[in-house]
């Protein structure tokens, strides 16, 4: 059998582990493909990439397509997320300097309780937050603004500013932003460097927030269907194999090599254990589900999740609301994830949306195979999201 | 008579920036500004507020200039990527080239294109000397890691130079690798063994 090539960009994050483990595992040859991955500068470049047909599928900060099909940011090619790689992820952290006013508030730095977080920083600061996130449209701002908005913390106001992760430890430094929202290993990097403090895990404010897409051009999978389908397949697989315990090792090791991330094994073990050194002075803290490859059927793309990204970026950009869910819906494919990954031993569930926030405890539910649990979901709020009607 | 284009290039790079403003001005009618520090580029170019800005594709701050194509970014007006009608085919001559361009909505096609045009050709140039300047470096990190496994070679097996290399030419072949990355993996292994 000739073996295809297909090209996937990506962003050199501990999140691109399913992609990388597909290729580096095998799991893409046993579908007879193989993956070309091509590490991307920024994630303009990444989606650039995609949009203009230099590659065949992308690594994509999960707002990125829905942004692109309500027309928002500088390039608008009809995207389709067909996976969701990974859930959670981000780090929340904050500059030495805003760290000492918090333990000078007696604030002990719980890494869990989102409120008490922001309650602590409202009574500690004296002025608006500036926070670094990778990209406009990405997990990390509407995480910041989910939680902000609805706590004591609103008040003093706050601005979110783009910094590229590998230089969110310098503006940090050099005074630029005094907070951030960044994935692994950059927030890690902030601790090692002496120039910040990390303050809460992202599922602190979303316990289960779809974080990174596999996506493809709405086109090319309507002409490549073969191919989607084995490259699917093969991600899946990656995805299984980054979930198990018993890979943490090998996967950081994989992940620390040059051509990938090029940082510490040590470091990248931090974000797939998630147990974190959040300081200077070594203190540790464990939180649970920091980034989940696999299990809950996280890789599922829930409509009702592309839902909930909608209606925020609409909230945002004072879109329509019923307009831009319904088509924020549209992006995230359930059925092509159904069409790929049937027969392959995949759990998947029986509906395709969900009341996001209304899970909060594992939950069994109806799916192909009858053993599906899904995972809590819940807001820092407790706030349920209804997605509307789409008829 | 229309009013000269304002563009800023964002380049570190001094030899690079000059060359390309060269190219640029050689062209006509434009004003052009360089911004070197990328720290608080967003604001730095709503000084100028550009008609065009022309960033390399590899640099990991272009991510800053997305913000700056949301409305409410701090240039009052919206910046965009040409992306639509005729500018289409430019962009994927732009990004084949290395570099991305934003350009002010509403800038007519026209005056846009003859600009691009030179930056292309000129990020064309400078990306093929950077590529031969790393094959160079490349090049030459390999030959020092083949010498240093000669080395190894002709003092463990007792051989002259020229044998060394032909046990390490005749193991790549044996194995389907490069002379480059036998010569390495031996490096490393008596690095570990020593």
Not at chain 1, 236 to 249: D, H, K, N, V, Y
């Amino acid at each position: 059998m000739k073996t295809l090539s297909v090209s996937v960009a990506y962003m050199p994050l501990v999140d691109a582990l399913p992609l990388i483990a597909a290729q580096e595992l095998g799991f893409a040859e046993a579908e007879g493909i193989a993956l070309d991955l091509i590490a991307a500068p920024s994630w303009s470049s990444v989606r650039d990439m995609l949009s203009f047909g230099r590659v065949d599928a992308a690594h994509l900060l999960s707002p990125m397509p829905v942004a692109m099909a309500l027309g928002l940011g500088s390039v608008t090619t009809p995207l389709a997320a067909v996976s969701v790689l990974s859930v959670n992820g981000n780090i929340i952290g904050v500059s030495r300097a805003v760290e000492e006013r918090l333990r000078a508030h007696g604030y002990g730095f719980d890494f869990r309780d989102a409120a008490l977080a922001a309650d602590a920083l409202a009574a500690s600061i004296d002025g608006p937050l500036t926070i670094g996130v990778p990209f406009p449209f990405s997990m990390h701002v509407e995480l910041l603004h989910y939680w902000i908005e609805s706590t004591g913390l609103a008040k003093q106001g706050f601005e979110v500013r783009t910094v590229p992760p590998p230089l969110m430890a310098q503006a940090l430094e050099d005074g630029t932003i005094n907070a951030f929202c960044v994935g692994e290993p950059w927030g890690s990097v902030a601790v090692e460097n002496g120039v910040g403090a990390l303050l809460l895990p992202g599922n602190a404010i979303w316990s289960f927030a779809p974080e990174k897409v596999l996506a493809v051009r709405t086109n090319w999978a309507e002409t490549e269907p073969e191919l989607l389908t084995r490259m699917m397949r093969a991600v899946w697989q990656g995805g299984r194999w980054a979930a198990r315990p018993e890979s943490r090792t090998a996967a950081a090791e994989m992940l620390s090599r040059p051509e990938y991330l090029g940082v510490p094994a040590e470091v990248i073990d931090r974000a797939l254990t998630g147990r974190f050194i959040i300081s200077s002075r070594g203190e540790q803290r464990k939180t649970d589900g920091h980034v989940e490859f696999f299990d809950g059927a996280a890789n599922f793309p829930w409509r009702s999740q592309a839902q909930w990204i909608g209606s925020r970026l609409a909230k945002r950009f004072d879109l329509d609301q019923k307009e831009s869910q319904s088509t924020a819906a549209g992006i995230f494919r359930s059925d092509l994830f159904r069409a790929a990954l049937q027969n392959t031993g995949a759990d998947i569930p029986g509906a395709s949306q969900k009341l996001e926030g209304a899970i909060r405890h594992p939950t069994a539910v109806a799916s192909l195979k009858g053993g599906l649990i899904l995972q809590p979901d819940t807001f820092f709020d407790t706030c349920i999201f209804e997605p509307l009607d789409e008829n | 008579m229309t009013a000269p284009l304002s563009i800023v290039v964002v380049e570190e790079d001094r030899d690079r920036a000059t060359a390309i403003v060269d190219a640029l001005k050689n062209s006509g009618e434009c004003e052009v500004h360089v911004i070197g520090k990328t720290s608080g580029l967003a604001r730095k170019i709503a000084i100028h507020s550009p008609d065009i800005v022309l960033i390399d594709y590899d640099n990991p701050t272009r991510d800053m200039l997305e913000e700056l194509t949301l409305a409410s970014g701090p240039l009052e007006r919206p910046v965009a990527m040409f992306v639509s009608g005729a500018a289409g085919e430019l962009a994927q001559a732009a990004i084949e080239a290395g570099v991305s361009a934003y350009v002010v909505d509403g800038l007519r096609p026209e005056r846009i294109k003859p600009v691009l045009d030179i930056a292309v050709a000129r990020f064309q140039i400078v990306r093929q000397m950077r590529t031969e300047l790393a094959e160079t470096r490349r090049a030459l990190e390999e030959r020092k890691v083949i010498d240093r496994a000669k080395g190894m070679i002709m003092k463990a097996k007792g051989l002259n130079e020229e044998q060394a290399y032909m046990l390490l030419r005749k193991t790549a072949m044996d194995q389907g690798r490069r002379v480059a990355d036998v010569a390495e993996a031996l490096v490393t292994a008596s690095g570990l063994l020593s």
